[in-house]
């Protein structure tokens, strides 16, 4: 079945350093990518999509691109904040279910030091 | 932007009675409700999902009778926890789809944390 795998975490930085979340996929046909955020206390949001591949998706400084080849949709940042601060999540949009359910991964908790 | 409230946010409770959740669309009528089970370090699991004014759907191993649903308005999803036991401790968060959106244009509630004792 579908399935999504990314690093475990928690990963800590140091303010203005480079972070890369990586993230894999198992999946048949061609499924919609996704990143999501959750900062404390809040519910998860959408940080930004790919839905084909070779697509980038960006938002707040953040990408990642949709590689088939290598079935993967790592985050990249190129200088995060302490504000960035956060658990992401990385998901898949099943288009098998009715319903599209989204499938996603574990999370990874990100804790950027100033 | 679209917000969605969670109601408890925790909630400690015996063994044996039952814990409702309440999940509140605040600026939008949402047509679809999702409902998730997180357990520490692990994934979010999509339990059910729910359309306003009818029956929910709940995915493949998840016990309707244990999990009662009711999404009676386009603002509101209870889930509730019949007959607890600490196996049910869990994080459990909602998220509310709007009409017309897309599969994943889902708005998430911050979750509620049950402790089953």
């Known amino acids: 079945g579908n399935s999504v795998t990314q690093m475990e975490g928690p990963v800590t930085l140091s303010e203005e350093a480079f972070l890369t979340i990586n993230c894999t996929y198992t999946?048949?046909?061609?499924?919609?990518l996704f990143w999501y955020v959750q900062y404390p206390g809040e519910g998860l949001q959408l940080l930004l999509k790919?839905?084909?591949?070779?697509d980038k998706g960006s938002n707040k400084g953040f990408e990642a691109t949709y590689r088939k080849e290598t079935t993967s949709f790592h985050l990249e940042k190129g200088s995060v904040q302490v504000s960035d601060s956060a658990v992401y999540f990385c998901?898949?949009?099943?288009?098998?279910?009715?319903?599209?359910?989204?499938?996603f991964g574990k999370g990874t908790k990100l804790s950027v030091k100033p | 932007g679209a917000v969605v409230s969670q109601h408890p946010s925790w909630v400690i409770c015996k063994s044996g009675t039952s814990v409702k959740i309440e999940c509140r669309s605040l600026?939008?009528?949402?047509?679809?409700m999702f409902w998730y089970r997180q357990f520490p370090k692990q994934s979010l699991m999509l339990m059910a999902t729910?359309?306003?004014?009818?029956?929910?759907?709940?995915e493949q191993g998840v016990e309707k009778d244990k999990f009662l649903i009711n999404h009676a308005s386009l603002t509101l999803s209870t889930l509730t926890v019949t007959s607890a036991h600490p196996e049910d401790s869990s994080f459990y968060i909602c998220?509310?789809?709007?009409?017309?959106?897309?599969?994943?244009?889902?708005?998430f509630g911050p979750g509620t944390r049950l402790t089953v004792t």
């Open positions: 998901a898949l949009l099943n288009y098998g279910g009715s319903q599209g359910n989204l499938i």
């Open positions: 729910s359309n306003e004014g009818s029956k929910a759907t709940y």
């Open positions: 999946a048949t046909g061609y499924p919609s």
């Open positions: 790919a839905t084909k591949a070779d």
């Open positions: 998220s509310a789809r709007g009409l017309g959106g897309r599969s994943y244009e889902q708005y």
């Open positions: 600026d939008f009528q949402a047509t679809t």
